[in-house]
């Protein structure tokens, strides 16, 4: 069992009551991170109410830098993803495939434009990681089909604690193709579909903490994962290139090599923060045999290529809330940004103050003000933007609430979005703009909530407008940096739910309509209002816990949903129905047995967006033993 009524730290920076936060909020539970069956958080948040999957990969894997993501109110590039408190995105991505479940004591997520208090990329939301502080000791083994296999050790010495974690998948076949009436060269390349191979991935995973005492912290996590891909032709029909059905067009091997460091102080006189480092090298390598002419080489053409991203700085704020009817934060942040590919090496200043002021203005009315102001410096282009944010609560009575907000969002374009010069011979296929806008929102919102022991409801309906939201266009097999406008509008509501007799359950709707236009003179821009994603999302499950037995199952699906080609008119495409059933037998009080299914019947369902099909991986199991010592 959990509590229905967390306390959330993340939508106003400081401690506060779910219940009396003027924003759409969602806290994912250890117990319930583990009921989804996943062994990493990106499988795991497809679960969440109101987010949508976009896949590149089986098990949440992503193909080079492009990574699955979770798509919160349909901004694609519009999540912020967190480690307490610290952003982990790089050049608007981020991989939560390589972050494992087992290290993660909670997930606390803000649907809604977030910009003001935590900057460049929550136009969409916020998803702020809660790492666990004290690991247990204990080790895992799992073993399962498709070639899964998960070994994870704890430990525990005082202050210190480590863990590490292996998991490994084998070769599932053809999980994705692309679709050749949106071949961007027609003229040149071979007239066929081209699917992609995916032949196995490993992950490692190690974490380490220490608690230096009550208000002071270490974290220093090391992630690498190596993903296998092989890229083949088929269905050819023209006699000239029939004898290429089946031949590989190339092979690829993606490295994702990641050193996370932070440093966490708090509760010192109301002062809190963080300093951090980040730093994450993706290489991609790998042998090609034909042309896109479909010619093939006398030998093999080696390929290969790299980029590193890196972030440090600092976050520090202080809280004076010794005042019953008021609260004040303020806080200042400095991120140093640094990019370097083959054709780029880069870096820039971001600087950010940022505060709020939170008022009783009666015994059941709130009033909230806040506000932040950003600046870049040592980069070639220089930014600045101020962003502020209003919000309204009113208690209805002791266990619900209404609210209301309208708040500003603000997107740094990426150096990469900028920067990236496609040539001959390089892996690189964006081609940036160095005259980008940086991108700015309008979103507004309002809310119902109430909870008591056994329930929670939540409501909310929202609209947003942003100008300038940055995109691409296709042209000759290259993607071009551009801005566009976009929209969009719905309703969400959820229900959770928590018997005497051992069940929880919960369910949650999402209805909206994300559409952009772009306004580039370019023939492959799409200068009309296209739709995106789709229109409604529905997420829900049950679980039920009996002395030594526990079992749970839940779903996610996408409905009256859409492909969106980048320099074509969106089609319509087949919903998807994400499913997952976890069944744990506890013999005693230091050991587990537990068995995850994930895609139970087995659907091969298109989990992407756009005009390149990735299916949902095949239905897969992991049975695992855990023992505590």
């Known amino acids: ?11 106003t920076r400081y401690e506060k009551s779910d219940a009396e936060i003027p924003a759409a909020t969602q806290t994912f539970t250890e117990e319930q991170i583990e009921q989804t069956g996943a062994d990493n958080l990106q499988v795991a948040l497809q679960y969440l109410d109101g987010v949508v999957e976009a896949g590149m990969g089986p098990n949440g894997a992503s193909v080079s830098s492009m990574t699955s993501k979770n798509v919160i109110r349909g901004v694609t590039n519009g999540t912020v993803v967190m480690i307490n408190g610290t952003p982990i995105n790089w050049r608007s991505l981020y991989n939560l495939e390589n972050i494992p479940t087992s290290a993660v004591e909670r997930v606390e997520v803000v649907r809604g434009g977030g910009a003001v208090l935590y900057g460049s990329q929550a136009t969409g939301g916020v998803i702020n990681i809660i790492t666990k502080k004290t690991l247990p000791n204990e080790v895992k083994v799992g073993l399962g089909n498709k070639g899964r296999q998960e070994y994870a050790v704890t430990a525990n010495a005082g202050d210190l604690s480590i863990a590490y974690t292996y998991n490994k998948w084998g070769n599932l076949g053809y999980i994705s193709s692309y679709d050749t009436s949106f071949r961007p060269n027609k003229k040149t390349s071979v007239p066929v579909d ?32 190596t993903n296998y891909w092989a890229y083949t032709y088929t269905g050819i029909t023209n006699p000239a290139y029939k004898a290429l059905n089946d031949q590989p067009r190339y092979t690829r091997r993606y490295e994702s090599d990641k050193d996370f460091l932070q440093f966490n102080f708090h509760d010192l006189d109301g002062i809190s923060g963080h300093v951090f480092y980040n730093y994450n090298t993706l290489k991609t390598g790998g042998l090609e045999y034909y042309t896109s002419a479909g010619k093939k080489y006398a030998a093999p053409k080696a390929v290969r290529g790299q980029e590193k991203n890196k972030t440090y ?8 809330d010794g005042n019953p009817d008021q609260t004040f934060l303020l806080g200042t942040s400095l991120t140093r940004e640094t990019f370097v590919n083959e054709t780029n090496d880069t870096g820039r200043n971001i600087i950010s103050a940022f505060g709020s002021w939170e008022r009783n203005l009666t015994a059941k009315d709130v009033l909230t003000l806040s506000g932040r102001g950003t600046w870049t410096t040592g980069g070639i282009q220089n930014f600045h933007n101020f962003s502020g944010q209003a919000q309204y609560l009113h208690k209805l009575d002791n266990s619900q609430s209404f609210y209301a907000s309208v708040g500003q969002s603000f997107v740094l374009p990426t150096f990469s979005q900028m920067y990236s010069r496609a040539g001959a011979g390089s892996i690189v296929n964006i081609v940036g703009n160095p005259d980008l806008k940086p991108q700015k929102g309008l979103h507004y919102e309002a809310g119902w909530k109430k909870e008591d022991t056994n329930r929670q409801y939540k409501v909310a309906l929202f609209s947003e407008r942003i100008k300038d939201n940055i995109s691409f266009t296709g042209s000759n097999g290259l993607w071009y940096a551009v801005n566009e406008d976009f929209k969009n509008h719905g309703l969400e509501a959820s229900v959770r739910g928590q018997e005497d007799n051992g069940f929880t359950w919960h369910a949650g709707i999402t209805l909206q309509d994300p559409k952009s236009k772009q306004s ?34 839940n779903f996610s699906y996408l409905a009256d949903r859409v492909q969106s080609p980048i320099s074509a008119h969106s089609y319509s495409v087949k919903p998807y129905l994400l499913t997952s059933m976890t069944v744990k037998y506890s013999p005693n009080k230091v050991s587990d047995i537990m068995l995850s299914i994930d895609n139970l019947l087995n659907r091969k369902d298109i989990v992407s967006h756009t005009s390149s099909d990735y299916y949902a991986t095949p239905r897969n199991f992991l049975l695992s033993y855990r023992y505590r010592f």
């Open 1 to 11: 069992m959990y509590s229905l009524n967390p306390v959330v730290v993340t939508a």
């Open 194 to 225: 081209m699917k992609q191979e995916f032949r196995g991935s490993e992950k490692n995973d190690f974490l380490a903490t220490y608690k230096f005492n009550d208000h002071a912290d270490l974290l220093y996590n090391h992630n690498k994962s």
């Open 313 to 320: 700085g600092y976050d520090v704020q202080k809280v004076w």
């Open 520 to 553: 580039t003179q370019k023939k492959s821009a799409k200068t009309y209002w296209d739709r995106s994603y789709g229109r409604i999302l529905l997420t829900g499950g049950v679980g039920y816990e009996k002395e030594k037995w526990s079992t749970a199952l």
